[in-house]
């Protein structure tokens, strides 16, 4: 047996570790779905800052992942943006059903579906990142290509 519990220590600060890592993805997971109600019902970052008594900044934090929100902010987010808490606790593989119909890209209008596994937020996070039009109606014309050719097989 080592001397004070060297094998415990470790293993106390590995599932320290997962755990922080856990936390990080579940803070980036709510401050998503926060950011997807919110646009989905047409709010402003600006407009949910001024409901809650924050500056705009806090809630891109927020919606980043970067902050972590404390139970009773986001009751109040909850209640800003007219949504159950419990919707912030949805199991990551579920899909987050925004109500009312809103105008996806391409000025189609449909009801968002949003995937909040984690290959969804990256694929998600990345497509934002591309600026040109072009490029991102061609991505998505490549994307619907593929899900075809799936349908055949």
């Known amino acids: 047996m080592e001397p004070f519990g060297g094998q415990r220590f470790a293993a106390n600060r590995k599932i320290r570790q997962q755990w922080g890592e856990i936390l990080a993805t579940l803070d980036e997971l709510i401050g998503l779905k926060i950011k997807t109600i919110r646009k989905g019902s047409g709010m402003s970052q ?3 800052a001024e409901k809650l008594g924050l500056s705009f900044q806090q809630v891109q934090k927020y919606e980043k ?3 972590r929100i404390s139970v009773l902010r986001l009751q109040q987010i909850s209640e800003a943006l007219g949504v159950p ?6 199991k990551a593989d579920r899909t987050l059903q925004v109500a009312g119909p809103v105008m996806a890209y391409g000025g189609v209008e449909e009801e968002i ?4 596994d984690r290959e969804g937020m ?8 591309i600026k040109n039009r072009k490029i991102r109606e061609g991505l998505l014309k490549q994307l619907r ?6 349908g055949e097989q």
């Open 46 to 48: 600006i407009e949910l």
């Open 65 to 67: 992942g970067v902050t």
């Open 85 to 90: 808490m419990a919707v912030f606790f949805e």
């Open 113 to 116: 579906q949003a995937p909040f």
């Open 122 to 129: 990256i694929l998600l996070k990345l497509f934002r990142r």
């Open 145 to 150: 290509g593929i899900i075809e050719l799936q």
